[in-house]
């Protein structure tokens, strides 16, 4: 499948500190998801993106999708402690069927 | 309802044992998922159903066996597991099963222990 490479694999923080995944493929993607997964859950779909150099915000939460359609970003602004979890980015496989994930961002905050 | 269900929430078997585990979905989607999750790493997809049929199957090993009787419920037989095996197993659902174009709703999963 069309890999996405996903990094950091770990990020601490202090509670009211920025944080940011960045996800990279070497093919032009349709398009990217990002899941959130919280200790001991299951992933909870948080975006879709599609166009290129889109940006769309969910509060405190920018998302990004670069303009050759290779590579996506998450930026938190001041981590919450509830932001706790691994954060993934997810494209498309060949086939179009699969979701390929990346390996995870986990996010640990400190009050 | 956005909720996708799955049963057992914790399953314990010998490598001997017949087991089954159970998902469901009540938002008239038409395309479900099982995926396999090894601690700190991500879902790996096993098998897709489309409108009810077999569209995807990852090279998953016999001893997984997909079943999905009709469009709000999806199976997945175990048998013979090895130690490997052992994982959390989730199901997700999406709407037209255009797959990575669209939402995955996921289940909380079923942690599975095999002995």
């Known amino acids: 499948g069309q890999q996405v490479m996903q990094i950091p694999q770990y990020q601490h923080v202090q509670e009211g500190e920025d944080f940011t995944t960045y996800c990279n493929s070497s093919t032009t993607l349709s398009n990217i998801q990002w899941y959130k997964q919280r200790p001991g859950g299951h992933p909870v779909f948080l975006i879709q993106?599609?166009?290129?150099?889109e940006v769309k915000k969910q509060k405190r939460l920018t998302f990004q999708f670069g303009e050759a359609k290779k590579n996506s970003s998450l930026h938190i602004t001041a981590t919450q402690t509830t932001d706790v979890g691994t954060y993934f980015c997810a494209g498309p496989s060949y086939s179009g069927y699969a979701l390929n994930f990346g390996k995870g961002t986990s996010l640990l905050v400190t009050p | 309802d956005t909720e996708v269900t799955q049963t057992p929430k914790h399953l314990v078997m010998g490598m001997t044992n017949k087991k089954s585990l159970k998902c469901e979905q009540h938002m008239g989607h038409r395309a479900m998922y099982w995926y396999k999750q090894k601690a700190k790493k991500p879902p790996e997809l096993m098998f897709v159903?489309?409108?009810?049929?077999?569209?995807i199957n990852e090279s998953v090993p016999s001893r997984f066996s997909p079943e999905c009787p009709n469009s709000s419920l999806l199976n997945l037989h175990l048998h013979a597991l090895q130690p490997e095996d052992s994982a959390l197993y989730l199901c997700a659902s999406s709407q037209e099963g255009r797959g990575a174009l669209e939402t995955q709703y996921f289940g909380p999963g079923t942690r599975l222990l095999v002995l």
């Open positions: 159903y489309s409108y009810e049929k077999l569209s």
């Open positions: 993106l599609v166009k290129s150099g």
